[in-house]
């Protein structure tokens, strides 16, 4: 018996189709006839399941976000009471999510798409960074609760940690100075983010 129309078994094959010639052609580049091609589907059963490409990619963008802010969650469901190790693994794992291969290539794709396609960005942004700036801000405000840590207002706090791990390194990535992270640049970079920020924040 063949799949229904609207199956979610059929949704996610074209994403994953759509995923890989996204990434290896950009959104501009990128054609339905690629992508059914690439999912092993008819452009017909695609324009069935996405009303047009641009709704095709919004969803690429939201499905892995989704798998990021899952696996980042995971780690800020209860503070440990230790706040700087709990810090340097959250940083740790931060960085190793926003600097891989995938989230790099997406983040470039996204942002050349910026001007001509503000959803995309949005997309990335409310998806993405803003739910997990949320996440990291309950977390903190948890350990604050526990008196680890003195805040005014956690989703500040939130921010100023996320940049302090990300900006560096997320800028060499982008930008082509580094082609991956090494163990060494995620350990000085976190390292240096929660000294940083514990100096700003730790509850005395």
Do not use: W
């Not at 409310?126 to 948890?142: D, P, S, V, Y």
């Amino acid at each position: 018996m063949s799949a229904p129309a609207h199956s979610p078994a059929k949704r996610e094959q074209i994403l994953d189709g759509a995923t890989s010639v996204f990434r290896e052609l950009g959104y501009q580049r990128a054609s339905v006839d690629a992508i059914a091609a690439a999912a092993g589907v008819s452009k017909a059963t695609i324009y069935n399941h996405f009303r047009d490409k641009e709704a095709l990619f919004l969803a690429t963008v939201d499905r892995e976000n989704r798998s990021l802010r899952e696996k980042f969650v995971s780690l800020l469901e209860t503070p440990t009471g230790d706040v700087e190790a709990d810090l340097r693994t959250i940083g740790e794992q931060l960085l190793r999510l926003v600097g891989s291969p995938a989230s790099v290539l997406r983040y470039r794709i996204v942002t050349a798409e910026a001007g001509r396609f503000p959803g995309a960005g949005r997309a990335l942004y409310e998806c993405g960074i803003l739910a997990g700036r949320k996440n990291l801000a309950r977390f903190l405000e948890k350990a604050a609760r526990m008196g680890a840590l003195a805040l005014d207002d956690p989703e500040e706090a939130a921010i100023d940690f996320a940049a302090l791990c990300l900006d560096n390194a997320r800028s060499m990535l982008h930008l082509g100075i580094v082609d991956r992270l090494s163990d060494e640049l995620v350990e000085r970079e976190v390292d240096r983010a929660v000294r940083t920020f514990l100096r700003a924040y730790r509850h005395r």
